[in-house]
């Protein structure tokens, strides 16, 4: 299978960058097809649920979500620590920095879960995500970076209630769902690893 990029253009700069694509890709079938495209250039983003064995909680952000305007709950989302990753920074450190920003909590130990891409289909963004071990005690609160215009809640809740989230329908966006499924599997080891 073959592609080739025909034309690549930007169409819009802004907080984010959109490119227009036309290109050229082979088909399963045969022969070959050309399109046109729009690209929602993004930077890489990492994404870390705290995790607190010991306690059995978990560290989860609420903050405003444009693209969640039409969500009948409203657009203040219940989603876990993340952020873009800036020129030489490892996803790590960016686990760790966001963990400071948004929620006010140190990290320890970081286990790697999956590297994803979160809507291929038209963005480019792909995704690090990781649990971090915390010591939960004590973090709670507003926190974010007023000049990046943050506002974001901070919710240490029991594991099995962010579960209960998960399955009712409060948590309703790719990250935190991909880590609490995760969680919900591999939360024995988590508690005797950390525990």
Not at 41 to 46: D, E, K, M, S, T
Not at 123 to 149: K, P
């Amino acid at each position: 299978m073959k592609w080739e990029i025909l034309e690549n253009l930007s169409a819009f700069r802004g907080f984010f960058e959109i490119r227009k694509l036309r290109l050229r890709h082979t088909l399963f079938g045969g022969g070959d097809l050309i399109v046109e495209r729009e690209l929602l250039n993004r930077h890489q983003a990492v994404a870390v649920l705290p995790y607190d064995a010991r306690r059995d909680r978990v560290v989860l952000v609420r903050q405003f979500r444009v693209g969640a305007l039409e969500s009948p709950r409203g657009p203040w989302l219940t989603e876990i620590v993340a952020g873009l990753v800036d020129p030489g920074e490892t996803a790590e450190a960016v686990a760790h920095r966001e963990a400071m920003e948004e929620a006010g909590c140190r990290l320890g130990e970081l286990i790697r879960l999956y590297d994803y891409y979160s809507s291929p289909g038209s963005a480019s963004e792909r995704i690090a995500l990781f649990v971090g071990e915390v010591d939960s005690e004590g973090v709670g609160g507003v926190h974010g970076l007023a000049h990046e215009g943050e506002d974001i809640a901070v919710d240490v809740v029991a594991a099995d209630e962010a579960f209960a989230w998960l399955d009712g329908g409060i948590i309703d966006s790719a990250m935190p769902i991909i880590a609490l499924q995760w969680l919900r599997m591999h939360r024995d080891m988590l508690r005797e690893r950390w525990g």
